[in-house]
């Protein structure tokens, strides 16, 4: 199970504004600024459509911007991936609240003028509690009542002014696009403003959420966080690096008995795999790493970090150079990703020991044309390559990739030849 990032109730309010500031910037929330910021070219289709793309644009927004507020709340420490809802109805009076302030201040500037900023300095101090109170009741009805924006106001004290702050430049940023058309063109300046928007709606958001963690007696919840990091023992993990660690300083073997006996059990975090391997690093133990790197790269897999397994694989192959992992489905894999990710040695290693070690696989043919793509593209050893491709061809004369094996293994040769002649 993949570690789960969380964050302390204790934590002081300014440290959780200063770390926010990433958290728009981060995995699904950085995806959402993005693809939302880009979504807002498209409002400028003429008619209905693109009234109704912005209309599923704030959707989108205030909808995820309501996840990111209810994932703080319960403790967790990064953004939630996109498309992740813990309470779709949030999301949906969210967006009906806002889409309808926008409405109101809008007819406000075409119907009587002198009502614009006061109706925007009222929504910006009333819609934090109304976030609040819908992210969390759910009732219209409680959240449009205004002893219960006072009651939420008295819960945070004076902090509930910061989103208040924000919400105040959020208006200005959305109105912004429209004041800068003399100087910049409308399809710069709608992603641009877009970003920052997002950016800032998500924030402010996150930091309602981050201000209801702390009190999150006040509010009848109990983060749910806490409860995950108690069942998947991730507490104990920690309590056990720290009595790890300890004991390394006097005995480095007994360290690495309390390790084993735990990774005997269920599924370890990288923290512990990490520790372990440093251990055996240091003890010399070369065929330990080599061993527990098997092991590692296999867990990794099934949980699709092929990118740290691929790191595992080529810190195992340093130690030595025919390391190869058991299944022949993670070294293609592996190897595929070497290539993708310009690694292109520690590639043509995987492919070579596929194909060595399972030489009936009918992944042969496609992992030899990996390998000599490679070989011939990026090393200039064409002669190598035809070598290897006649090879496969003649070993794989009714595998559907035959015809291509052939075909260029003889491009190849001809390549090579006309290197070769005067």
Known sequence: MPRIQTISVDTPLA???????????????????????????????????????????????????????????NGFADPPDVGIEEDPAAGHWLTIVHMAVVIVCAASTALYPAMFWPLVLFFALTLP???????????????????????????LGVGYFIPVIINLLIGGLVLLPSRTLSWMPMWA????FAFAYTYLIIFNLHLMGAMIHQ??????????????????????????LVQVRDMAIVDRRAA?????????????????????????????????LLEHGHIWIAALMTQAETRRALSLTQECVAIDPDFLPDDPGTVAALAERACSSGMTQLSLK???GFLRRWPRSPDCPRIGLL?????????????EAAVLLGKLAAAWQEHPLHPTLAALASQMQRTTNTARSP
């Not at 390998?371 to 002669?383: F, S, Y």
């Open 15 to 73: 440290e959780r504004i200063v770390a926010g500031l990433s958290y728009p910037l981060r995995g699904g929330g950085l995806a959402a600024c993005v693809v939302l910021a880009l979504g807002q070219c498209l409002v400028m289709i003429p008619a209905y459509v693109g009234i109704f793309v912005g209309f599923a644009l704030w959707t989108a927004t205030w909808r995820y911007a309501a996840t990111c507020m209810l994932h703080t709340a």
């Open 129 to 155: 509690a109304i976030d609040m109170s819908l992210a969390f009741d759910g009732n219209p009805l409680v959240a449009f009542n205004p002893l219960n924006w006072q009651a939420v106001i008295g819960r």
């Open 189 to 192: 300046s709608l992603p641009l």
């Open 215 to 240: 009190r999150h007696e006040q509010f009848d919840l109990k983060p749910e966080a806490e409860t995950l990091v108690r069942e998947s023992g991730q507490d104990e993990d920690e309590r056990l």
């Open 256 to 288: 690495i008995g309390m390790l084993v006996e735990r990774m005997q059990g269920r599924s370890a975090p990288a923290s512990l795999h990490q520790a372990y391997r440093e251990l055996l690093r240091k003890e010399g133990l070369t065929a330990g």
């Open 350 to 352: 995987l492919c070579r």
């Open 371 to 383: 390998a000599a793509n490679q070989l011939a593209e990026r090393l200039g050893l064409h002669a």
